[in-house]
């Protein structure tokens, strides 16, 4: 018989079914945004289509690309024209393919703080200048010890910053199976734990996926 497992999820926004206990919340950190010098944007999170639209919904006058099923989704959710859509999410191939298709553009890449890949860096050995604006952050919620989940929980995770937030407060447990969004998230976890990955790179995914377990 199927023994029933806590279920907890990380991302800020709660899901009926699951537990919530948010990891991280984001912090705007420009108050305006430059689009005099490009004519395409480039966006690889749902959170940055948000803060974009929070500080200036002019930029839905700019074709995009977006990278991630959620982060489409944000963008025609507000009326934004997505152009490009990759297959890989995943650093060093999607910027190959921005280099293929995208030579001649002039793009702005609307970012948070942190990112796992140096898109810019790449792009530039291509002969593509990447523009580049932080518009916000994300920072970790505090738990007290008393708050960690217990045993045999399974836990999701939908980005790197929530593994990194899980791990400033609370211990890894050997019992815990870790059900991630993607495996650019899955190389963040601790070593030897034991991890699924969600079919698609979406929440509801994740969620599946946990509760089949």
Known sequence: ???????????????????????????????????????TLMFTSKQAVVTAEAIDPEWKKIPVIAI???????VEALGGEVIFH???????????????????RHILYLRPETVSF???????????????????????????????????????????????CFLKNFNWLNSYTAVVIGHSTRVHLPEK???????TPLIDSCIEKAMSL
Not at 86 to 100: H, M, T, V
Request: proline share 8%; aromatic share 10%.
């Open 1 to 39: 018989m199927k023994v029933d497992r806590p279920i907890y999820l990380l991302s800020p926004l709660p899901k009926e079914g699951v537990l919530s206990l948010p990891m991280i919340r984001f912090e705007r950190v420009a108050e305006r945004i430059d689009f005099s010098s490009c004519d």
């Open 68 to 74: 991630g099923p959620a982060t489409k989704k944000q």
């Open 86 to 104: 990759p297959k890989n999410y995943y650093g060093e191939q999607l910027s190959e393919d921005i280099a293929r298709f995208f030579q001649e």
């Open 118 to 164: 140096d898109s810019k860096g790449f792009l530039q050995k291509r002969g593509i200048l990447l523009q580049e604006q932080v518009i916000y952050r994300t920072a970790c919620r505090h738990y007290s010890p008393s708050e960690q989940p217990p045993e045999s929980s399974v836990i999701i995770f939908t980005s790197p910053s929530t593994i990194h």
């Open 193 to 199: 734990s034991h991890f699924v990955v969600a079919d």
